[in-house]
């Protein structure tokens, strides 16, 4: 699941991202590993947030698909992990609020999106709502998962092309 969901976000961060001139091309994966880490810890805050947050957390995951992104950023669990993304762009990239917001408007709604779509569409077991929200709310998941996933992209043994290898090359050490 974690794999998929650092494919969604690379497919929808060329523009904001890699094509960002703010953003150095060798700190284009730092950066949307930095996204991956506010979309879980968020996620994860809110799965482990009592009956409540797991109740939102599954009727934002298990609704309506096709939502805009506006309606996505007024969450307040879209609006929690876009907050997160914001201030560690700032902290990590020395990007001003208006950069870090653009580039998080530009990702995290079309991010959401998707994961909300193939979570409710029959035909796509990519995401599943169960696994999703047993995932975060065991208390297990924690940044060595997300570096678990990120080495299994760049060794290529997830079975993404060497485009999303090469792309995530030289996050956390490797090529």
Do not use: C, R, W, Y
């Amino acid at each position: 699941m974690l794999e998929q969901l650092m494919g969604l976000i690379q497919d929808h961060s060329q523009q904001a991202i890699v094509k960002n001139p703010a953003i150095p091309n060798e700190k284009n994966q730092d950066a949307m590993q930095t996204i991956m880490s506010a979309v879980t810890n968020g996620l994860k805050g809110q799965a482990q947030n009592g009956a409540g947050g797991l109740g939102a957390l599954t009727s934002l995951l298990g609704g309506q698909t096709g939502l805009n992104a506006s309606t996505l950023m007024s969450n307040p669990i879209v609006a929690n992990i876009a907050q997160q993304a914001i201030t560690s762009l700032m902290q990590k990239f020395g990007l001003d609020k208006t950069a870090a917001a653009g580039i998080v408007s530009q990702v995290l709604p079309n991010v959401m999106n998707s994961l909300i779509t193939k979570t409710n569409d029959p035909n796509d077991t990519s995401f599943n709502l169960n696994d999703i929200t047993g995932a975060f709310a065991d208390g297990q998941f924690d940044m060595n998962d997300v570096k678990n996933i990120a080495g299994k992209f760049m060794s290529g043994n997830s079975g993404a092309s060497e485009g999303i290898g090469g792309m995530l090359g030289g996050l956390f050490g490797g090529k």
